[in-house]
């Protein structure tokens, strides 16, 4: 693994690229989708494809986002106690979603959006197996963009920031609240296309190594998170509404994962 300045290194060597589609993926939408991802490109594809997903990104208005992000934390907040780590698992989703003007055009409306998220989610993001139920999700949210110049981006977008940006999430409420930060920042895999010498390690092509993202929240090298000012608008409407609702920690309402993550985090409102 390799950790560090060796890490960063890794990240933005031009050889070393994200790992082809794993064999549990079925041909069908779901693999379709992946491979037109600009997360998952190779050298030669990947400009194109992130210039995309950075221009829908710098159409969104960033305080509309954290206005919208609020709000959603708030309908959460009736006065009881709020687990944020339930609530990390569908605010942001909620929020993106209502920001792209997806509201009402879906008849499960923003929970459905949030449930074809996750799936894909889980099998993109996680190495499940793809599915009918995850081609159905992945064909559902590309038809939500149907007027979109590529609906991959959008979707793309939505099916990042699902599992990103929850872990953002709960990292930024429980180092604002519980004044902690997590120990780990997740890890991330590449696959050299040459024979690469990185520090002390020479991977021969077709070779594998797993890079420690700690200290890099948004990655790092030309795969860097370009989504980083919507995440950061996204967290600080959920703080603005925690704060304007005066809620904080439970007493005992942290616990957490090896991590250093919150696996339940309660708050409750101050009277």
Not at 48 to 67: C, F, M, S
Request: aromatic share 6%; glycine share 8%; net charge negative.
């Amino acid at each position: 693994m390799l950790t560090g300045d060796s890490a960063v290194e890794a990240l933005a060597h031009r050889n070393l690229v994200p790992p082809p589609r794993p064999p549990q993926f079925i041909e069908g939408a779901t693999a379709s989708l992946r491979d037109a991802m600009a997360r998952f490109a190779d050298t030669d594809n990947h400009g194109p494809r992130r210039a995309a997903l950075v221009e829908t990104l710098a159409a969104i208005d960033l305080a509309e986002a954290n206005k919208i992000a609020a709000d959603v934390m708030a309908a959460h907040l009736d006065g009881s106690s709020v687990d944020i780590v339930a609530a990390s698992w569908v605010v942001p989703t909620y929020a993106l979603a209502a920001v792209l003007g997806l509201d009402d055009k879906t008849s499960g409306g923003l929970e459905q959006i949030r449930a074809d998220a996750e799936t894909l989610a889980r099998v993109i993001g996680r190495n499940e197996p793809s599915s009918s139920k995850s081609d159905d999700a992945a064909q559902r949210m590309l038809a939500l963009f149907a007027d979109h110049d590529d609906p991959v981006v959008p979707v793309s977008l939505l099916y990042q920031n699902h599992d990103a940006v929850s872990g953002f999430m709960r990292a930024t409420v429980h180092t604002v609240y519980a004044a902690a930060a997590p120990t780990s920042f997740g890890r991330t895999t590449r696959v050299a296309t040459a024979t690469v010498t990185i520090g002390d390690i020479t991977l021969d092509q077709g070779e594998q190594v797993i890079i420690d993202l700690t200290g890099m929240r948004f990655g790092a090298g030309p795969h860097r998170c370009p989504g980083e000012e919507l995440a950061n608008a996204l967290v600080a409407g959920v703080l603005k509404a925690l704060d304007d609702y005066n809620y904080r920690v439970a007493e005992d309402g942290v616990h957490l994962g090896p991590d250093g993550f919150p696996t339940r985090f309660t708050m409750e409102a101050q009277q």
